[in-house]
């Protein structure tokens, strides 16, 4: 549910990219830009008691691919405005995303940058 959320966001601001934001492995004959994202650490908040509080975490690392860096550099800066967002997406009520950027990479493909965005979103259950 999270990762539909934040695909969804993503599509919102880069709506481009549409088709070209995909799970874990990017088609190499697909033309960029593209996204690729992955699920990290999801876990559920517990009160002092043990009980469970309503409040979950997740993290997704999202890879930015494009052919120029001035290219990546816009993704980047478009999805940096998700930190702080609050907000119902989805029907995930979404308490805060935390972005945080990796550095920018030179792929071995010619033509191809990559930079990694780490998103952490906290939610309500």
């Not at 993290?59 to 967002?85: C, F, H, P, V």
């Not at 009520?93 to 950027?101: E, F, M, R």
């Amino acid at each position: 549910m999270v990762e539909q959320a934040i695909v969804s966001l993503i599509n919102d601001r880069l709506p481009g990219l549409a088709g070209r934001v995909t799970p874990v492995v990017r088609d190499d004959s697909a033309p960029l830009p593209a996204i690729t994202y992955q699920s990290g650490e999801s876990k559920q908040q517990l009160n002092l008691d043990g009980t469970p509080s309503g409040i979950g975490s997740h993290k997704l690392q999202i890879d930015l691919w494009a052919e120029t860096y001035n290219e990546l550099s816009s993704m980047r800066q478009t999805l940096q405005l998700l930190n702080g967002y609050r907000g119902t997406v989805n029907g995930l009520n979404i308490g805060l995303i935390q972005v945080s950027t990796n550095d920018d990479v030179l792929d071995d493909t010619p033509n191809s940058n990559t930079l990694a965005l780490i998103i952490n979103v906290t939610y309500l259950n």
